[in-house]
């Protein structure tokens, strides 16, 4: 199949148009392969800890439940686009207050955050926190979500 351009009869087979589309397409997410690539290998658990800053991070993240007891405190020393996960932390649904602290370092003048969050569906939703460079989003988030794109969508 030929298609003809009617302004100066140049003819184009459907070959070179698939090509052509091809080649934009794959252009155009050529920016994004870090995250796509960073994304398809993320197995979450309840609690994800998201290194996307452009440095090295250690500190540490307690995770206390509804009840107002630890579900979580550890400590994590992530290398640039590494993560780390938990699991056996959110038994119910509820509010959770999520606390962390970076040790000797901060991510865009910020070294820790905490914030409560709301689980409706514990065997469902997740608590992901990210720390980034992106300027769109805070160095650190903290939030709720049930895949990676969720949490990496505020990364750089």
Do not use: W
Request: glycine letters at 8%; aromatic letters at 6%; proline letters at 2%.
């Amino acid at each position: 199949m030929q298609l003809r351009t009617r302004t100066n009869g140049i003819r184009i087979t459907r070959r070179q148009v698939l090509a052509t589309g091809g080649t934009v397409f794959l252009t155009s997410i050529a920016g994004c392969s870090g995250v796509i690539d960073f994304t398809s290998e993320v197995a979450l658990e309840e609690v994800n800890v998201f290194n996307m800053a452009d440095q090295q991070i250690n500190g540490s993240i307690n995770v206390d439940d509804p009840a107002g007891d630890t579900a979580l405190e550890t400590t994590y020393d992530l290398e640039h686009e590494q993560d780390q996960n938990y699991s056996d932390v959110l038994g119910a649904t509820g509010e959770y207050t999520v606390s962390v602290e970076l040790t000797n370092t901060s991510v865009e003048g910020s070294s820790q955050s905490n914030k409560t969050v709301s689980i409706n569906d514990a065997d469902q939703e997740r608590i992901g926190v990210v720390f980034n460079t992106n300027g769109e989003y805070d160095p650190i988030v903290i939030r709720v979500g049930t895949t990676p794109k969720d949490f990496l969508d505020v990364a750089n």
